[in-house]
């Protein structure tokens, strides 16, 4: 190993800010490490929809990843990654620079595909906020109105509608704001609990909102007015649906250059890791959140299982790291921290009211209460990266049950 061994962090996702975080332990020690990534912030996906939904200001739902690297002595280079080249161990920028490391941690989440040309992506979750200004922009004109179509009606784009339906309702705008819900599937919410799925499908049509369900989504295609959105059902019948923003919010593929890297990746592009978060053919590369997948272990691609991965995510970075150093050799995945995911996966949706929509496994719940539960981790959490902004907050604000349509 070298005098200065180099950990490249690449992608400063959920799971990597513990190791960000706590990186001046590293360069302390006389580790360089340099993270890579895109983008300066990092917004946190639990806290976006309510941002659409005006409960939160753009400053509260970012982290600032320069600032965490600037006072961890982290080199910050602020580009995308296009290639990795795991058996000589190197990645590339976009700008054709090419950087070695002598350990790797990857999380640099997801992508939609396909995205077309005209529509909002959700994901990367940076992209979902060019939402926000035609929404402000029609709540400031009370001449004005807004069709959005959301395609995907997953628990993001769910939650998204839910929202957005909340905050225009909440202003008095309830009737300028056509919203459609476009989803494959037969019912919203595909695989939550049935009475999850009837709950948040009386929401939204009681506020407006149309859903077309067992519908796919054929062609968008940008106009001088707005985009048009074509659209067909299994019985060949086929409609066009007028909008001003589309949000593509469909499922979430691995970014290609992972695939391309010749490192073992599932059938949607995410790389295969082990329980302890490190992929199986080269244990000096480590992979976490959205895209890592543990091929005995079905987790959904939600933030919660980036989060409770991070600290383990660091934990094995730093073991690695020090056996390399006094060893030369990396460690035996027994001596590494093993992954242990929740046994079902929890989950709170905000409503766009003043009620946490909860679920776990087969079970779910819709209360105030739960609204508050969720803040709290969410402020809490976020409070830990963001202290400029949460960390004067007392419990009443972390505990707050402000909603979109207040």
Same mark, same amino acid.
């Given at each position: 190993?070298?005098?200065?061994?180099?950990?490249?962090?690449? #992608?400063?996702?959920?799971?990597?800010?513990?190791?960000?975080?706590?990186?001046?332990?590293?360069? %302390?020690?006389?580790?360089?490490?340099?993270?890579?990534?895109?983008?300066?912030?990092?917004?946190?996906?639990?806290?976006?929809?309510?941002?659409?939904?005006?409960?939160?200001?753009?400053?509260? *739902?970012? *982290?600032?990843?320069?600032?965490?690297?600037?006072?961890?002595?982290?080199?910050?280079?602020?580009?995308?990654?296009?290639?990795?080249?795991?058996?000589?161990?190197?990645?590339?920028?976009?700008?054709?620079?090419?950087?070695?490391?002598?350990?790797?941690?990857?999380?640099?989440?997801?992508?939609?595909?396909?995205?077309?040309?005209?529509?909002?992506?959700?994901?990367?979750?940076?992209?979902?906020?060019?939402?926000?200004?035609?929404?402000?922009?029609?709540?400031?004109?009370?001449?004005?109105?807004?069709?959005?179509?959301?395609?995907?009606? %997953?628990?993001?784009?769910?939650?998204?509608?839910?929202?957005?339906?909340?905050?225009?309702?909440?202003?008095?705008?309830?009737?300028?704001?056509?919203?459609?819900?476009?989803?494959?599937?037969?019912? *919203?919410?595909?695989?939550?609990?049935?009475?999850?799925?009837?709950?948040?499908?009386?929401?939204?049509?009681?506020? +407006?909102?149309?859903?077309?369900?067992?519908?796919?989504?054929?062609?968008?295609?940008?106009?001088?007015? #707005?985009?048009?959105?074509?659209?067909?059902?299994?019985?060949?019948?086929?409609?066009?649906?007028?909008?001003?923003?589309?949000?593509?919010?469909?499922?979430?593929? +691995?970014?290609?250059?992972?695939?391309?890297? +010749?490192?073992?990746?599932?059938?949607?592009g995410f790389l295969?890791?082990?329980?302890?978060?490190?992929?199986?053919?080269?244990?000096?590369?480590f992979a976490a959140?959205?895209?890592?997948? *543990?091929?005995?272990?079905?987790?959904?691609?939600? +933030?919660?299982?980036?989060?409770?991965?991070?600290?383990?995510?660091?934990?094995?970075l730093d073991h690695?790291?020090?056996?390399?150093?006094?060893?030369?050799?990396?460690?035996?995945?027994?001596?590494?921290?093993?992954?242990?995911?929740?046994?079902?996966?929890?989950?709170?949706?905000?409503?766009?009211?003043?009620?946490?929509?909860?679920?776990?496994?087969?079970?779910?719940?819709?209360?105030?209460?739960?609204?508050?539960?969720?803040?709290?981790?969410?402020?809490?959490?976020?409070?830990?990266?963001?202290?400029?902004?949460?960390?004067?907050?007392?419990?009443?604000?972390?505990?707050?049950?402000?909603?979109?349509?207040?």
């Amino acid at each position: 190993m070298p005098s200065t061994p180099h950990l490249v962090l690449l #992608g400063g996702g959920h799971a990597m800010l513990p190791s960000l975080r706590r990186a001046h332990e590293w360069t %302390g020690a006389g580790v360089e490490v340099t993270l890579i990534d895109p983008q300066r912030w990092l917004y946190y996906s639990g806290m976006v929809p309510e941002y659409l939904g005006g409960v939160y200001e753009k400053e509260d *739902i970012r *982290i600032d990843l320069a600032r965490l690297a600037d006072a961890a002595g982290v080199t910050f280079v602020q580009e995308a990654a296009t290639a990795l080249a795991p058996d000589a161990r190197t990645v590339t920028t976009e700008s054709g620079t090419e950087m070695s490391f002598d350990v790797l941690g990857i999380d640099v989440g997801g992508v939609n595909p396909a995205v077309p040309h005209g529509a909002v992506a959700s994901k990367p979750i940076s992209r979902i906020g060019d939402l926000e200004p035609p929404v402000r922009r029609t709540l400031s004109n009370p001449a004005a109105s807004l069709r959005l179509v959301v395609v995907g009606g %997953g628990a993001a784009g769910t939650e998204v509608a839910l929202n957005l339906t909340g905050r225009f309702r909440g202003a008095g705008r309830g009737a300028d704001l056509t919203l459609t819900v476009v989803e494959q599937a037969e019912q *919203i919410l595909p695989g939550f609990p049935a009475g999850m799925r009837t709950y948040a499908t009386e929401r939204l049509r009681d506020r +407006g909102a149309t859903l077309r369900t067992g519908t796919s989504v054929d062609a968008v295609t940008p106009e001088s007015d #707005g985009v048009s959105v074509r659209v067909s059902t299994g019985r060949d019948a086929t409609d066009t649906l007028g909008a001003d923003v589309v949000l593509w919010a469909t499922g979430t593929v +691995g970014p290609p250059f992972l695939q391309e890297s +010749g490192l073992s990746t599932d059938d949607r592009g995410f790389l295969h890791a082990t329980r302890q978060l490190r992929t199986p053919s080269h244990p000096r590369i480590f992979a976490a959140g959205d895209c890592a997948t *543990i091929p005995d272990a079905d987790l959904a691609k939600v +933030g919660v299982h980036a989060v409770k991965q991070g600290p383990d995510l660091r934990t094995n970075l730093d073991h690695t790291l020090r056996t390399l150093r006094d060893h030369g050799s990396t460690p035996a995945a027994s001596a590494l921290t093993a992954f242990r995911p929740y046994p079902v996966t929890p989950l709170i949706l905000s409503t766009g009211e003043h009620t946490g929509l909860w679920t776990a496994g087969s079970l779910w719940a819709a209360t105030t209460p739960l609204l508050r539960l969720k803040h709290w981790i969410d402020r809490r959490w976020i409070r830990t990266y963001a202290p400029e902004r949460w960390g004067d907050a007392g419990w009443r604000r972390l505990m707050g049950a402000e909603a979109a349509g207040a």
